[in-house]
């Protein structure tokens, strides 16, 4: 009898708990990854930047950190560039994202070589400040126990979902050839709290979607073509084991491309900047990017090359 | 002098080392990475059908449009090729702009548009689809046209395609790949003759990449049971680019094997992973690609006695003089999961030095290369140890361009490090061997002197064994100009590493005085009979002027394609054994 009772009421709460996991509703899980709450940083307004045009950047040939560009209305334009002194002090950045309140996130990664980031600093977030324009270190996420063997990346993608409002990093950080050790992180943004991880996969270029059916987190792989997806609860903490979206393998003129970034059109497709990586500091002078396009096909569960150019 | 070393760099490469040993390793991928054989770029198949294709190309350049039409066309399709032709869009991309010389394009086919192709409006009409190759920028041409009312209805040219190729081309890929002796050996008979025999193999031809040649590749794979031989063939250069087993079975995931994949995998796995051990002509050492310090070799031995601890480039610095702070520090070694800038794309070559018809020693050499060179602002590292039979060590480097312009200055970090502990440091000064007494730095120019036979320092244990350093003033008869180099001398420390494991970037690019980096471990501390580490910064500034033309390279058209001409800078210093020479 007692045997019995305690299943029940091992039963009972199991059911508890599943019962009382938020279901995302059809709709909502439509807009996920396409609906974009981002906001415009109060403090561009004090910039010669137009609010309007305004698009960071840290992708200038020979420029360390960040940069605030006005992209230009007509193709004979110049860019206008803004940086805030704060922006340039840590080295060369990689991508960026900005938050519902208009702060930007973005991470260090080394360029040509490891001279401005050493192993300590270089697992980290930074954030610029929407009222301030200031950069600052936003989070130092955990260090590796050993140096020997490891890439020399830290970060390699960020990402702001405007529906759990959490702020997804993937890490490198500790990985060798040998053994793939990468970790995602979700974190409070208002809190600074990591309340997941996801270890043992480095990611790169991160986006959450919902056009599958389900709330995932995509991410392309480091050491492959591979785009994988993690399943989300509603508040964005990761469920069950990654699986395998789509490969790049073949396609695009060198046909081993590793996802850069991924993003969500107004259509919910897919698009994939795929680019050359293998783990060194390799930096060509001209940077050959691919950007794929797939649609996601409901009856098949497959995805769709569309275009890539 | 600079083409008969180029000469020497290319054809006296005697052989190369095979990393054969077996693996201990039961990880397939693993053995068949290790087994895999690469081809020196230099090598191209000659055999009659090669050179009745290269005919017909040379024959195709000089014609007024030049574009190469081997494809059978019947009546229909010709009109299509003559429609095309006058698009000024289709023939757009067959001369180089300024020099107007004729790229290699190649007609690969003509055939009649699929339906969804067709504009509504040509619905009545016989459209044809024709695609151009063109070999010298890695790009296709394609043309819509309709015959029935000569219309040109569409031209597209796209970057860094390539479309299906002919059959023609398809059966000479198969050629180049049976004719080899790589692929005959793999197999262990040549294919083609007893195909017949061999009811088990299938041959095949998959896609692949050459990805960082941007050449035109294809696969011809040869399957034997539960594995499959894929030999890459290069239709741009008509070679092979090398060959790799893949392994097939039912839980094998199909491996599609690329010109990056094999060579980064067989570097990876032969020459980053692993020590190789060399025993020659009385020398013996081991060497290996670091993760960003170049080739190292170590544990060398002359006549087995142990000379050298170990030798490096830590970095290569490159500042160029018109824009303050402009230029780079790169790393150079292993092509994945390293620190490198500039990447390791090729095996270690070991070559015999020759004086005349005499051999007098032997040299084990190393490029590093970006992936774009030698276009602008890319690079390319040559790394080169000289054993010569009378006990004469050198470390030797060169810049092969090409960097980002005409004004650039290298700076090579180059490392030594010394068996014993009973090491002396001398310096020939007023016509004497005056001690270094303690950590320091020199830099040497013109003025500064040396003994009778150029020795300008010495390092030297308490048996009078070591070496008298002769710096490179142009006396090597390779090219080289002199070094002008920045000499540091600092003590190797057991309990802190200072060099002797892989470095990371230890200077910036662009400081023109001796702070290159070595100087952070300059603590005056006191180096008389001691350990000592010697840093060797050479520098070379590159020169563009026709005939002048120095750490530099130059692309040019040979039967359409690009080519590279190199004007390398060699720098680096002679050791000479002490015990063979009566020094002062």
């Given at each position: 009898m007692k045997k019995l009772v305690a299943s029940l009421s091992f039963f009972l709460f199991i059911f508890s708990l599943i019962a009382c996991e938020e279901k995302i509703d059809e709709d909502e899980l439509a807009q996920i990854g396409s609906n974009n709450c981002r906001q415009i940083a109060p403090f561009v307004s004090h910039t010669p930047i137009n609010p309007i045009r305004a698009a960071f950047s840290s992708d200038a040939q020979g420029i360390k950190g960040i940069e605030l560009i006005q992209l230009p209305l007509h193709e004979h334009d110049s860019i206008i560039r803004y940086h805030h002194p704060s922006w340039v002090k840590y080295g060369y950045m990689g991508s960026v994202v900005t938050d519902d309140k208009g702060n930007a996130y973005t991470f260090p990664i080394p360029f040509v070589n490891t001279l401005n980031q050493t192993f300590e600093e270089i697992n980290s977030i930074y954030k610029i400040d929407a009222n301030t324009a200031e950069m600052s270190r936003y989070l130092k996420l955990p260090k590796q126990d050993s140096t020997q063997g490891?890439?020399?990346?830290?970060?390699?993608g960020i990402y702001f979902d405007c529906h759990g409002k959490i702020l997804y990093a993937a890490s490198v950080s500790g990985s060798t050839r040998d053994k793939e050790n990468g970790t995602i992180y979700a974190i409070d943004y208002n809190t600074k709290e990591i309340v997941d991880t996801y270890h043992g996969i480095d990611a790169f270029g991160l986006c959450v979607g919902g056009v599958t059916g389900q709330k995932r987190l995509f991410f392309g792989s480091g050491r492959n073509a591979s785009i994988y997806s993690l399943e989300l609860s509603k508040k964005g903490k990761f469920k069950g084991k990654h699986q395998l979206e789509l490969n790049l393998d073949n396609l695009g003129p060198r046909g081993d491309d590793k996802a850069r970034k991924i993003r969500f059109d107004k259509s919910n497709n897919m698009i994939i900047h795929g680019i050359e990586f293998n783990y060194s500091l390799a930096a060509p002078s001209i940077k050959p990017e691919t950007v794929y396009k797939f649609g996601y096909n409901f009856e098949k569960k497959q995805w769709v090359l569309m275009e890539l150019h | 002098m600079q083409n008969s070393f180029l000469y020497s760099l290319l054809f006296v490469t005697l052989f190369l080392f095979a990393c054969q040993e077996n693996s201990t390793s039961h990880d397939d991928e693993k053995e068949n990475a290790i087994a895999s054989i690469l081809t020196p770029d230099s090598t191209a198949a000659s055999f009659p059908l090669i050179l009745e294709r290269i005919k017909k190309i040379d024959e195709t350049l000089v014609q007024q449009i030049p574009i190469l039409a081997l494809i059978p066309l019947d009546e229909e399709q010709q009109q299509a090729f003559q429609l095309a032709k006058q698009s000024k869009d289709f023939i757009?991309?067959?001369?180089?702009?300024?020099?107007k010389v004729a790229y290699r394009n190649e007609l690969f086919n003509v055939y009649k548009a699929r339906p969804q192709e067709i504009p509504a409006n040509f619905s009545k009409g016989k459209v044809y689809k024709l695609e151009l190759y063109n070999y010298a920028l890695n790009l296709t041409t394609t043309a819509m046209v309709d015959i029935v009312s000569n219309t040109i209805i569409q031209v597209q040219t796209l970057k860094g395609t390539q479309p299906d190729i002919p059959t023609y081309l398809k059966d000479l890929a198969i050629q180049i790949a049976i004719q080899s002796p790589e692929v005959i050996n793999a197999l262990g008979y040549k294919p083609g003759e007893q195909d017949a025999l061999m009811a088990n193999t299938k041959t095949a031809l998959n896609e692949t990449r050459c990805e960082r040649s941007q050449h035109l590749c294809v696969a011809p794979t040869f399957t034997i049971k539960d594995k499959a031989l894929w030999a890459i063939v290069d239709l741009t250069d008509h070679r092979l680019v090398g060959i790799r087993w893949t392994h097939t079975g039912p839980e094998q995931t199909a491996k599609r094997i690329s010109e990056k994949r094999l060579k980064f995998d067989k570097i990876m796995e032969c020459y980053c992973q692993k020590m190789t051990h060399l025993n020659k002509d009385n020398w013996d050492f081991d060497y290996v690609i670091t993760t960003s310090d170049g080739l190292r070799i170590s544990s060398v031995k002359y006549q087995e006695q142990l000379v050298i601890t170990s030798a490096k480039i830590v970095d290569w610095h490159v500042s160029y003089s018109n824009t303050d702070g402009f230029g780079y520090s790169d790393a150079v070694g292993c092509p994945e999961f390293s620190q490198a800038a500039v990447v390791a794309i090729s095996e270690p070559r070991v070559s015999d030095i020759m004086d005349g018809n005499q051999k007098i020693g032997f040299a084990l050499e190393q490029n590093f290369s970006s992936e774009q060179w030698p276009q602008p602002c890319n690079y390319n590292y040559l790394q080169r140890f000289e054993f010569y039979a009378d006990g004469r060590f050198r470390s030797a480097c060169a810049s092969l361009g090409r960097g980002c312009g005409n004004n650039g200055t290298y700076r090579p970090v180059m490392r030594f490090s010394f068996p014993d502990n009973d090491n002396t440091f001398s310096e020939w000064l007023s016509n004497s061997w005056k001690v270094w007494t303690t950590e320091q730095w020199k830099l040497q120019n013109e003025n500064t002197t040396a003994t009778p036979e150029g020795y300008r320092y010495k390092i030297e244990n308490k048996r009078g064994q070591g070496f008298a350093i002769e710096p490179n003033h142009g006396q090597f008869n390779d090219g080289g100009r002199g070094d002008f180099p920045y000499l540091y001398v600092t003590k190797l420390h057991a309990d802190k590493d200072e060099g002797e494991n892989d470095l990371v970037t230890i200077g910036p690019c662009c400081n023109t005085d001796y702070q290159q980096g070595p100087e952070k471990f300059i603590e005056q501390e006191p180096i008389e009979n001691s350990n000592i580490v010697l840093w060797y910064v050479c520098q070379m500034k590159n020169d563009d002027r026709k005939g002048n033309e120095y750490c530099w390279s130059e692309s040019y058209l040979e039967h359409g394609v690009y080519k590279t001409k190199v004007y390398p800078c060699l720098g680096g210093p002679m050791f000479v054994p002490l015990k063979k020479q009566n020094l002062p």
């Amino acid at each position: 009898m007692k045997k019995l009772v305690a299943s029940l009421s091992f039963f009972l709460f199991i059911f508890s708990l599943i019962a009382c996991e938020e279901k995302i509703d059809e709709d909502e899980l439509a807009q996920i990854g396409s609906n974009n709450c981002r906001q415009i940083a109060p403090f561009v307004s004090h910039t010669p930047i137009n609010p309007i045009r305004a698009a960071f950047s840290s992708d200038a040939q020979g420029i360390k950190g960040i940069e605030l560009i006005q992209l230009p209305l007509h193709e004979h334009d110049s860019i206008i560039r803004y940086h805030h002194p704060s922006w340039v002090k840590y080295g060369y950045m990689g991508s960026v994202v900005t938050d519902d309140k208009g702060n930007a996130y973005t991470f260090p990664i080394p360029f040509v070589n490891t001279l401005n980031q050493t192993f300590e600093e270089i697992n980290s977030i930074y954030k610029i400040d929407a009222n301030t324009a200031e950069m600052s270190r936003y989070l130092k996420l955990p260090k590796q126990d050993s140096t020997q063997g490891i890439v020399p990346y830290g970060l390699l993608g960020i990402y702001f979902d405007c529906h759990g409002k959490i702020l997804y990093a993937a890490s490198v950080s500790g990985s060798t050839r040998d053994k793939e050790n990468g970790t995602i992180y979700a974190i409070d943004y208002n809190t600074k709290e990591i309340v997941d991880t996801y270890h043992g996969i480095d990611a790169f270029g991160l986006c959450v979607g919902g056009v599958t059916g389900q709330k995932r987190l995509f991410f392309g792989s480091g050491r492959n073509a591979s785009i994988y997806s993690l399943e989300l609860s509603k508040k964005g903490k990761f469920k069950g084991k990654h699986q395998l979206e789509l490969n790049l393998d073949n396609l695009g003129p060198r046909g081993d491309d590793k996802a850069r970034k991924i993003r969500f059109d107004k259509s919910n497709n897919m698009i994939i900047h795929g680019i050359e990586f293998n783990y060194s500091l390799a930096a060509p002078s001209i940077k050959p990017e691919t950007v794929y396009k797939f649609g996601y096909n409901f009856e098949k569960k497959q995805w769709v090359l569309m275009e890539l150019h | 002098m600079q083409n008969s070393f180029l000469y020497s760099l290319l054809f006296v490469t005697l052989f190369l080392f095979a990393c054969q040993e077996n693996s201990t390793s039961h990880d397939d991928e693993k053995e068949n990475a290790i087994a895999s054989i690469l081809t020196p770029d230099s090598t191209a198949a000659s055999f009659p059908l090669i050179l009745e294709r290269i005919k017909k190309i040379d024959e195709t350049l000089v014609q007024q449009i030049p574009i190469l039409a081997l494809i059978p066309l019947d009546e229909e399709q010709q009109q299509a090729f003559q429609l095309a032709k006058q698009s000024k869009d289709f023939i757009e991309n067959l001369y180089h702009e300024q020099s107007k010389v004729a790229y290699r394009n190649e007609l690969f086919n003509v055939y009649k548009a699929r339906p969804q192709e067709i504009p509504a409006n040509f619905s009545k009409g016989k459209v044809y689809k024709l695609e151009l190759y063109n070999y010298a920028l890695n790009l296709t041409t394609t043309a819509m046209v309709d015959i029935v009312s000569n219309t040109i209805i569409q031209v597209q040219t796209l970057k860094g395609t390539q479309p299906d190729i002919p059959t023609y081309l398809k059966d000479l890929a198969i050629q180049i790949a049976i004719q080899s002796p790589e692929v005959i050996n793999a197999l262990g008979y040549k294919p083609g003759e007893q195909d017949a025999l061999m009811a088990n193999t299938k041959t095949a031809l998959n896609e692949t990449r050459c990805e960082r040649s941007q050449h035109l590749c294809v696969a011809p794979t040869f399957t034997i049971k539960d594995k499959a031989l894929w030999a890459i063939v290069d239709l741009t250069d008509h070679r092979l680019v090398g060959i790799r087993w893949t392994h097939t079975g039912p839980e094998q995931t199909a491996k599609r094997i690329s010109e990056k994949r094999l060579k980064f995998d067989k570097i990876m796995e032969c020459y980053c992973q692993k020590m190789t051990h060399l025993n020659k002509d009385n020398w013996d050492f081991d060497y290996v690609i670091t993760t960003s310090d170049g080739l190292r070799i170590s544990s060398v031995k002359y006549q087995e006695q142990l000379v050298i601890t170990s030798a490096k480039i830590v970095d290569w610095h490159v500042s160029y003089s018109n824009t303050d702070g402009f230029g780079y520090s790169d790393a150079v070694g292993c092509p994945e999961f390293s620190q490198a800038a500039v990447v390791a794309i090729s095996e270690p070559r070991v070559s015999d030095i020759m004086d005349g018809n005499q051999k007098i020693g032997f040299a084990l050499e190393q490029n590093f290369s970006s992936e774009q060179w030698p276009q602008p602002c890319n690079y390319n590292y040559l790394q080169r140890f000289e054993f010569y039979a009378d006990g004469r060590f050198r470390s030797a480097c060169a810049s092969l361009g090409r960097g980002c312009g005409n004004n650039g200055t290298y700076r090579p970090v180059m490392r030594f490090s010394f068996p014993d502990n009973d090491n002396t440091f001398s310096e020939w000064l007023s016509n004497s061997w005056k001690v270094w007494t303690t950590e320091q730095w020199k830099l040497q120019n013109e003025n500064t002197t040396a003994t009778p036979e150029g020795y300008r320092y010495k390092i030297e244990n308490k048996r009078g064994q070591g070496f008298a350093i002769e710096p490179n003033h142009g006396q090597f008869n390779d090219g080289g100009r002199g070094d002008f180099p920045y000499l540091y001398v600092t003590k190797l420390h057991a309990d802190k590493d200072e060099g002797e494991n892989d470095l990371v970037t230890i200077g910036p690019c662009c400081n023109t005085d001796y702070q290159q980096g070595p100087e952070k471990f300059i603590e005056q501390e006191p180096i008389e009979n001691s350990n000592i580490v010697l840093w060797y910064v050479c520098q070379m500034k590159n020169d563009d002027r026709k005939g002048n033309e120095y750490c530099w390279s130059e692309s040019y058209l040979e039967h359409g394609v690009y080519k590279t001409k190199v004007y390398p800078c060699l720098g680096g210093p002679m050791f000479v054994p002490l015990k063979k020479q009566n020094l002062p």
